[in-house]
């Protein structure tokens, strides 16, 4: 590489250095937004699940109900869509 081709190199490299900063200081509060959000979405999600398991344990121990995989599981979803909604 010539020294006029380097000098070029280096002052476009200064130039978009300045711009790369920018914009990363610009997106810095939008990414930490949407992962809070995504967050905050996943721990309800988990929640739903814990909630739904735990009300079905209940339902079974103290109530003595039978119930099948599929009357678990509809449980779990019901609950899951009522957090959503």
């Known amino acids: ?6 000098s070029v190199v280096l ?4 130039k978009i250095g300045c711009v790369m ?8 509060p939008e990414n930490v937004a949407a992962g809070m959000a995504m967050g905050t979405v996943i721990v309800l999600l ?5 909630l739904g398991i735990s009300y079905d344990a209940k339902l079974i121990l103290e ?16 609950v899951l869509i009522g957090l959503l909604v």
């Open 21 to 28: 900063k920018s914009t990363y200081s610009s997106n810095v």
């Open 1 to 6: 590489m010539t020294p006029v081709r380097s």
């Open 63 to 78: 109530k003595g109900y039978t119930c099948t995989g599929a009357q678990v599981m509809n449980v779990i979803f019901v």
């Open 46 to 50: 988990f929640c739903g699940y814990s």
């Open 11 to 14: 002052r476009m490299c200064d």
